[in-house]
């Protein structure tokens, strides 16, 4: 049994931060005040950069940013791969008290359409590879975009390059004086239907976190590398790869490529990280790719691997585990709190949970009314956080909806046991109810994921002939498998013994991959379009 603080929502003030308080000044600047200059803050390719030469660019950067005419509170939109200019740009803009935007890098030019106006930024640092997405973009439909900083090779014609501004910025920057309460940047959240909202964060926010889960659930030091895949435009890749490590002088890695496994275990075995972070299709992408030669690959530099996204199933942390011999935390965090609110200990690991509250934190799970469930009963997750974020950029609403005085409606269904570790039932959108009562998608699919031959699996509601809801699950088999009636057989078997028989699929779809979206959370809206689609073809589904 591991031992629990009280479970309460402590106060950025709390922490100690002071009134008057600027992140990026906390994050990089302070090292250099400490000793901590000389210190390598970024690995990236064949490039190592210091946190001196870390806050030598960001005051440049800063300071051109501010010849350009960005003001106070203006927004920055960054389009930019995770890099050591995307640190530069992020920290540089918050320096001089303006509103770094990252924003997502594997979207269309509508969706940057839609968030460049809705963010009105006037500037925006763009990856060279990226800058056909925008050029994608008629200029007549950017109201508010004024100039573009393209990094690498120089810069095309209308834009601006961003080595020269670096080059002609000043490396002394009066860094904007701002308060713990001001405005730091804002995330787009990565909605499954829709345009994203804008959340909007403080400067506390990203200390908040640092603390309460960087430092105090995995106990990161500056002898840590961390090297999350999850990428810096993410809340989670934000925390992972720039605050936790910047808050204690530690090393990040940075991967700009798109991720697959092969890449991931070059990495791991060329930077040698002591921090691992990724979503639970990641590591079933790593279970699933192996070495032509027999020989395994080598994490014994990682102490710790996190997981988050979605939840992770009981069988793929077992698989990992005794693959690797490396703990596996899964934990549940969200874009509006920022970062990892719930999660399992080290050395305190329930396989299939979430986890225990993060000290710092308080969460409940509630009936439709608000009012607390009994222990063991689904409910929805509420959290109490001062990493929230203050409100939604131009959704009063939807704010309104989400943020109920001190307290964050998640969206999630959880239901707490006897220990007071959390289990994930799905989105509320996500339960089904069979015979009037509730079913967890991920409970079901955790069952299927046990059989050797299934990477992953998603399950959603379908209707039978009476118009009642149904479980219908979707599988994505390993190589090697092939859809097969045998196959069909052991799952529906599988299924049987595993859970109750309200809870079984009643149909089967294999399927060449999931519908997902970038920050790996399976789309079940178009699962479900899907299993309505093929509801009526004979011969397309198979029972269970």
Request: hydrophobic letters at 40%.
């Amino acid at each position: 049994m591991v031992t629990r603080p009280p479970e309460r929502a402590v106060t950025a003030a709390e922490l100690g931060i002071p009134e008057a308080f600027n992140l990026a000044a906390y994050l990089v600047d302070r090292h250099l005040a400490e000793g901590r200059g000389s210190r390598v803050a970024i690995l990236c390719g064949d490039e190592a950069v210091t946190y001196a030469q870390v806050a030598e660019r960001s005051n440049r950067l800063g300071s051109a940013l501010r010849a350009l005419g960005v003001q106070r509170e203006q927004r920055v939109a960054l389009l930019l791969l995770d890099s050591p200019a995307f640190v530069y740009s992020f920290i540089g803009a918050i320096k001089i008290g303006a509103v770094p935007v990252p924003f997502n890098t594997l979207l269309r030019p509508p969706d940057y359409a839609y968030m460049l106006n809705d963010s009105r930024a006037a500037v925006a640092v763009v990856s060279a590879p990226l800058l056909p997405l925008l050029r994608a973009i008629p200029s007549d439909e950017l109201r508010y975009l004024r100039e573009v900083v393209v990094t690498d090779d120089g810069a095309p014609m209308g834009t601006r390059s961003f080595d020269a501004l670096l080059a002609g910025g000043s490396p002394e920057l009066e860094i904007e004086p701002t308060s713990r309460d001001d405005v730091a940047f804002w995330l787009y959240s990565s909605g499954t239907t829709g345009f994203p909202k804008g959340t909007v964060h403080l400067h506390h926010d990203a200390v908040v976190t640092s603390r309460l889960f960087g430092a105090g659930v995995l106990g990161i030091t500056e002898d840590d590398r961390t090297f999350s895949v999850a990428k810096l435009f993410f809340a989670y890749g934000l925390g992972n790869a720039l605050t936790f490590p910047f808050s204690v002088g530690a090393t990040t890695i940075l991967y700009p490529e798109r991720p697959g496994a092969a890449d991931i275990y070059a990495q791991i075995g060329r930077y040698r990280p002591t921090i691992f972070f990724w979503v639970p299709t990641g590591y079933a992408m790593m279970l699933a790719h192996r070495r032509e030669d027999g020989r395994d690959f080598d994490l014994s530099s990682v102490r710790l691997a996190v997981s988050a996204g979605e939840a992770l199933p009981k069988a793929l942390y077992e698989r990992f585990q005794e693959r690797f011999g490396v703990e596996l935390l899964d934990g549940i965090g969200s874009t509006e709190a920022l970062q990892t609110f719930i999660s399992n200990r080290p050395g305190h690991v329930r396989p299939g949970s979430s986890g225990l509250v993060v000290p710092g934190y308080e969460a409940k799970v509630v009936d439709e009314h608000g009012r607390e469930v009994p222990r063991g009963e689904v409910g929805d997750l509420w959290v109490r956080a001062d990493s929230t974020c203050a409100y939604y950029w131009n959704k009063h609403e939807r704010t309104k909806e989400t943020i109920v005085g001190h307290w964050l409606r998640t969206g999630d269904k959880f239901r707490q046991d006897a220990d007071g570790y959390f289990w994930y039932a799905g989105r509320s959108d996500d339960m089904l109810k069979v015979g009037g009562i509730w079913v967890s998608p991920a409970e079901v699919e955790s069952a299927l994921l046990e059989h050797p031959a299934v990477l992953e699996v998603a399950v959603v509601g379908r209707q039978d002939r009476d118009g009642l809801t149904k479980p219908m699950a979707f599988v994505v088999l390993q190589d090697g498998h092939r859809p097969s009636d045998a196959l069909s057989g052991e799952l529906r078997e599988l299924a049987r013994t595993r859970i109750a028989e309200y809870k079984r699929p009643r149909w089967l779809e294999f399927v060449p991959e999931l519908p997902k979206t970038a920050t790996g959370k399976i789309q079940r809206h178009k699962l479900r379009a899907l299993a309505e689609a093929i509801a009526g073809m004979a011969g397309r589904t198979r029972a269970v």
